[in-house]
């Protein structure tokens, strides 16, 4: 199969535009920086729109167009499962724990999670973090971008152009923090969304309409839900390892919840997570339904993650593509920028300032500079090696599920259980990493059992959640404090009677009984 990938001059002149806008809004923003808390959160002055639209952003990067529309190829739209389950985890954020980690001011979520329980779960939390966002979250997005690249620039390896990438991205994160991240996020979401839908529309008429997608295609494709043995998304994996990953991702990641802790109000917060789970649904029709049109258009590509690159370079026009190269190029930076601000978040505060309390605000924000640009480097380095995984977004979701069930036990059930301590969280920590190791081991190297990842994960959140129950039975009772971080029927009782007598459409509860309406006729229409 041949694809055209000449650009035209007006194509490379759109995509330098771009370049060029987002880089001069992160140097604007550096001269407004005067604290730690103006570089790393924006001075926690942000509303809910620009949230909602940073975390949608950040979350559909081009890892995940190009991740969704291969698996969809490869397997069928049940991986549109993790993009709907992304609305019920946010609606449970929301309502449970959102208010209690905006309301504790602090930096990262392992710092929330030290005032929860102690200093080695913030520890552990933080390594776990920096090492999944430098193999997982920024290493992932260089990968997809490599991999356009690479059909413009044949001739390139793709690890000189992740490194091309790599050095771009770096540059307005580096200089304007979560502030440039945010903004430049608003303006990738309109470039993404745009090309998004071009693409699907291009695409759908060169099919011929619904018809033509579904001439001669397995039903099951077109199936969210999918047998025990399905090889993409099986149910029970649907019902017990898709929320665990979903949990995590938005409630726990420090790269996705850094938005979040920029609100300038807990309302804003809550707002804001519901905008972006509003925003996750359409991605079934503008994301992944393009995958499988691209079974029909282009039945013998080497491997999925080709699929939305192919779209793009042999369905769209001169002009046009330049336009909907800049969206996959906004999406590669959307993630890049805000994995990187994150990571240099949590080395500053969950390290350095612990460790050197005398460090100024301006010190400290000169460590995160440096600290972004070295993490930028280490993720260039491992890229490349995402091109020896069967697709990439099998290979982000099975990263997860080995590495994070521990976390997910100690922060969900140390919101709603008084009695889950120091002893008991750190119990789980050992035990869920020990397992993990283990069974990666027997399951991904040795071959010696064949576990689905989405199973993997509720295997070790069992053994997790085991530890902390029963190693929390013997330790020292929660102080008071860390007791004050628990969500109570009180607490929520009283939190209605302050909302009494506010207008539905302001109050977060009717806004996420709507969302889940939506979410829930969404599933039905193509369970």
């Not at 494709?221 to 949990?247: E, K, M, N, T, Y």
């Not at 807990?266 to 649904?281: C, F, I, P, S, Y």
């Not at 080395?347 to 612990?354: A, L």
């Not at 460090?359 to 993490?375: E, I, N, P, Q, Y």
């Amino acid at each position: 199969m041949e694809v055209n990938v000449n650009l035209a001059p007006v194509d490379y002149g759109l995509i330098a535009l771009y370049g060029v806008v987002v880089i001069w809004i992160g140097a604007r923003l550096a001269r407004r920086h005067h604290s730690a808390e103006d570089y790393f959160l924006a001075g926690r002055r942000m509303a809910w729109p620009l949230i909602g639209v940073s975390l949608f952003a950040s979350n559909i990067s081009s890892t995940t167009l190009v991740g969704l529309a291969g698996d969809a190829y490869h397997t069928g739209i049940s991986v549109f499962n993790y993009e709907w389950m992304a609305s019920i985890v946010l609606v449970f954020f929301a309502f449970f724990i959102l208010p209690f980690v905006l309301n504790a001011r602090v930096f990262t979520i392992p710092e929330f999670l030290q005032r929860r329980y102690d200093g080695r779960v913030r520890t552990y939390f933080s390594l776990l973090t920096l090492f999944l966002n430098i193999v997982v979250d920024t290493a992932g997005s260089l990968f997809a971008g490599g991999l356009l690249l690479k059909l413009i620039f044949p001739e390139l390896d793709i690890g000189v152009t992740i490194a091309v990438l790599a050095l771009a991205a770096g540059l307005y994160t580096v200089a304007g923090g979560l502030a440039a991240v945010i903004y430049t996020d608003a303006i990738q979401t309109v470039l993404l969304l745009v090309g998004a839908v071009v693409i699907t529309m291009a695409a759908f008429a060169e099919v011929g309409g619904w018809a033509g997608m579904t001439a001669g295609l397995d039903p099951a494709r077109l199936s969210l839900i999918r047998p025990a043995d399905d090889p993409g998304v099986p149910w029970p994996g649907l019902l017990l390892g898709v929320p665990l990953l979903g949990f995590y991702f938005w409630c726990a990641n420090q790269f996705m919840v850094q938005r979040v802790l920029s609100a300038r109000s807990v309302e804003d917060g809550r707002r804001g997570v519901l905008l972006a789970g509003l925003l996750k649904l359409p991605v079934l029709f503008i994301m992944v339904l393009p995958g499988t049109m691209a079974i029909h258009l282009y039945p013998d590509l080497p491997r999925p993650d080709l699929v939305y690159p192919t779209l793009m370079f042999d369905l769209l026009p001169a002009g046009l593509l330049g336009l909907v190269l800049a969206g996959f190029v906004a999406a590669l930076m959307s993630q890049i920028d805000s994995t990187l601000n994150a990571a240099s978040t949590l080395v500053t505060m969950d390290f350095v300032h612990r460790y050197k309390p005398g460090l100024d605000s301006r010190a400290l924000m000169k460590v995160g500079r440096w600290v972004t640009g070295l993490f930028m480097l280490l993720a260039a380095l491992w890229a490349p090696q995402i091109e020896h995984f069967a697709s990439l977004f099998k290979y982000l979701q099975m990263v997860l599920s080995y590495t994070v069930p521990p976390i997910v036990v100690i922060y969900l059930v140390g919101a709603f259980w008084r009695g889950a301590n120091a002893r008991g969280a750190w119990a789980a920590v050992v035990a869920g990493t020990a397992a993990g190791v283990l069974l990666f081991l027997l399951n991904g190297v040795l071959e010696v059992i064949e576990l689905h990842f989405l199973y993997v994960g509720p295997v070790l959140f069992g053994v997790s959640l085991a530890a902390l129950l029963v190693a929390s039975r013997g330790g020292p009772p929660p102080a008071p404090e860390q007791l004050a971080l628990v969500w109570t029927p009180a607490w929520y009782r009283r939190e209605a009677a302050a909302l009494r007598g506010t207008p539905w459409y302001a109050d977060y509860r009717w806004l996420s009984a709507l969302l889940l309406a939506l979410t829930f006729a969404l599933v039905l229409a193509f369970a």
